[in-house]
């Protein structure tokens, strides 16, 4: 732990003296121009954050670190007799910047080991909830009690100096996410397995052991978990979940706080809830079609129906990609290895095949191409996972990795407390009037 600890501070404290002196030299250049559109549709293309982890291109999609999925699949560590990259790596690539030995991923998987204990009064919160409530919102309630666990909460009471609040940040992002495995097994046991618990594997990776803790044996599903929890990671800082999770940490809210709320954004249709949409739409699709395995027309008729309905075919589409999310190529690729056969995967591809012609021909949608969620339900499928519910816990659980780490860099380079500047329509009217600025 010591080890990783240090790494991060030595690469925190070079970053913070090399934005020092860029700020210094550049502060005042223009990134950008904002618009009054941008202002009133969602800061949309607004160059104001930065984020270390991961950089998303239009056509490129996700990066992290600089480098692409086809490059991380094949740099990062396996598990053992394993062909899929570990999450443990990604996760040490974000946090140092440097791709991990398999000596470094070790090291990360056995302090996450020792630090997925999870306490007791968390559960009773849990099982405080009636059965039928959303697992998100499970989840969210059960971070929430693992709060009184924190660290930083309690060092900052104490009186900490402003140069050190990345330290008990570090080691509440650590034990936070040695413990979320078990938290969303829990919920998934409770919630769908009859309170049938089972108990951690400490011999497993991370993802393996969270596979093992659902009660998923097969040695593929805990390859897919492996994939999973990879490429849902992050996804730059802009995003609900990221931004959400880096808002509040500029408050001096502790990881558990600040997490919490990002997922409460990640539970959001427009966000992660989406991979939950997606196969819903989809096992609707076969219901009225009659059929396991509609043909490409019968897709493609079904799809017009639900854009005549004004929806929106799930899945596809994306505020920034230009073309298939990498993602979703690692998915099918994925099916096309271990279940190349299934009818409920083959349907997504034949989704694929029809859907962005349609959107293409509709001219008013930039991106047609599928996203990550337009796959990940149909290969939890396969193996089991049928409550579709749930896929948002698997969402938070993953994306944990990038917006924790991007937490602790933001206390390490002190970032301040985000405040932008908001406006009113009134004052809007009077500025186009020649009234006077708004912007000061």
Same mark, same amino acid.
């Given at each position: 732990?010591?080890?990783?600890?240090?790494?991060?501070?030595?690469?925190?404290?070079?970053?913070?003296?090399?934005?020092?002196?860029?700020?210094?030299?550049?502060?005042?250049?223009?990134?950008?121009?904002?618009?009054?559109?941008?202002?009133?549709?969602?800061?949309?293309?607004?160059?104001?954050?930065?984020?270390?982890?991961?950089?998303?291109?239009?056509?490129?999609?996700?990066?992290?670190?600089?480098?692409?999925?086809?490059?991380?699949?094949?740099?990062?560590?396996?598990?053992?007799?394993?062909?899929?990259?570990?999450?443990?790596?990604?996760?040490?690539?974000?946090?140092?910047?440097?791709?991990?030995?398999?000596?470094?991923?070790?090291?990360?998987?056995?302090?996450?080991?020792?630090?997925?204990?999870?306490?007791?009064?968390?559960?009773?919160?849990?099982?405080?909830?009636?059965?039928?409530?959303?697992?998100?919102?499970?989840?969210?309630?059960?971070?929430?009690?693992?709060?009184?666990?924190?660290?930083?909460?309690?060092?900052?009471?104490?009186?900490?100096?402003?140069?050190?609040?990345?330290?008990?940040?570090?080691?509440?992002?650590?034990?936070?996410?040695?413990?979320?495995?078990?938290?969303?097994?829990?919920?998934?046991?409770?919630?769908?397995?009859?309170?049938?618990?089972?108990?951690?594997?400490?011999?497993?990776?991370?993802?393996?052991?969270?596979?093992?803790?659902?009660?998923?044996?097969?040695?593929?599903?805990?390859?897919?978990?492996?994939?999973?929890?990879?490429?849902?990671?992050?996804?730059?800082?802009? *995003? @609900?979940? /990221? +931004?959400?999770?880096? %808002?509040?940490?500029?408050?001096?809210?502790?990881? =558990?706080?600040? &997490?919490?709320?990002?997922?409460?954004?990640?539970?959001?249709?427009?966000?992660?809830?989406?991979?939950?949409?997606?196969?819903?739409?989809?096992?609707?699709?076969?219901?009225?079609?009659?059929?396991?395995?509609?043909?490409?027309?019968?897709?493609?008729?079904?799809?017009?129906?639900?854009?005549?309905?004004?929806?929106?075919?799930?899945?596809?589409?994306?505020?920034?990609?230009?073309?298939?999310?990498?993602?979703?190529?690692?998915?099918?690729?994925?099916?096309?290895?271990?279940?190349?056969?299934?009818?409920?995967?083959?349907?997504?591809?034949?989704?694929?095949?029809?859907?962005?012609?349609?959107?293409?021909?509709?001219?008013?949608?930039?991106?047609?191409?599928? *996203? @990550?969620? /337009? +796959?990940?339900?149909? %290969?939890?499928?396969?193996?089991?996972?049928?409550? =579709?519910?749930? &896929?948002?816990?698997?969402?938070?659980?993953?994306?944990?990795?990038?917006?924790?780490?991007?937490?602790?860099?933001?206390?390490?380079?002190?970032?301040?407390?985000?405040?932008?500047?908001?406006?009113?329509?009134?004052?809007?009217?009077?500025?186009?009037?020649?009234?006077?600025?708004?912007?000061?």
């Amino acid at each position: 732990m010591e080890i990783l600890k240090e790494r991060f501070k030595a690469k925190a404290d070079a970053a913070g003296a090399e934005i020092k002196e860029l700020l210094k030299q550049h502060g005042t250049k223009k990134i950008g121009e904002v618009t009054l559109a941008q202002a009133y549709q969602g800061m949309r293309g607004i160059t104001g954050l930065v984020t270390e982890t991961s950089l998303l291109d239009a056509q490129e999609g996700i990066r992290f670190r600089g480098y692409s999925l086809p490059e991380l699949g094949e740099k990062l560590p396996r598990a053992k007799n394993g062909n899929e990259p570990l999450p443990e790596g990604l996760f040490y690539l974000m946090l140092i910047g440097e791709l991990p030995t398999e000596e470094d991923v070790f090291a990360v998987t056995n302090v996450l080991q020792r630090r997925a204990q999870v306490p007791n009064h968390v559960f009773d919160v849990i099982d405080a909830l009636p059965l039928n409530t959303h697992p998100m919102t499970m989840f969210v309630a059960g971070v929430m009690a693992l709060q009184t666990e924190s660290i930083f909460a309690r060092e900052y009471a104490k009186g900490l100096n402003k140069k050190d609040y990345w330290s008990p940040m570090f080691d509440d992002t650590m034990d936070l996410i040695g413990r979320l495995p078990r938290i969303a097994a829990y919920i998934y046991r409770k919630k769908y397995r009859n309170n049938d618990h089972i108990h951690p594997n400490g011999l497993l990776d991370w993802a393996g052991n969270f596979a093992h803790m659902m009660g998923f044996e097969d040695e593929s599903f805990k390859e897919l978990m492996r994939l999973y929890m990879t490429i849902h990671a992050d996804h730059e800082g802009g *995003n @609900v979940s /990221a +931004h959400t999770t880096h %808002l509040v940490g500029s408050a001096l809210s502790d990881a =558990y706080l600040s &997490y919490a709320a990002g997922m409460n954004g990640l539970a959001g249709p427009l966000h992660g809830l989406a991979n939950q949409e997606v196969i819903k739409w989809i096992f609707e699709m076969q219901k009225e079609l009659g059929s396991e395995e509609p043909t490409k027309e019968q897709i493609a008729e079904y799809v017009q129906k639900t854009l005549t309905a004004g929806k929106v075919v799930p899945g596809y589409g994306h505020a920034v990609l230009r073309k298939t999310d990498p993602r979703f190529t690692a998915q099918m690729e994925f099916g096309k290895k271990h279940m190349p056969d299934d009818k409920l995967v083959k349907t997504v591809w034949n989704i694929y095949d029809t859907v962005p012609p349609i959107l293409q021909s509709l001219g008013k949608i930039k991106n047609p191409w599928p *996203n @990550v969620d /337009a +796959h990940s339900g149909a %290969l939890l499928v396969h193996y089991g996972m049928v409550e =579709y519910e749930f &896929y948002t816990v698997l969402f938070a659980v993953s994306r944990a990795l990038g917006v924790l780490a991007s937490l602790c860099w933001d206390r390490a380079l002190a970032f301040p407390l985000e405040r932008p500047k908001s406006v009113t329509t009134d004052s809007v009217k009077h500025w186009l009037e020649g009234k006077g600025e708004i912007w000061e």
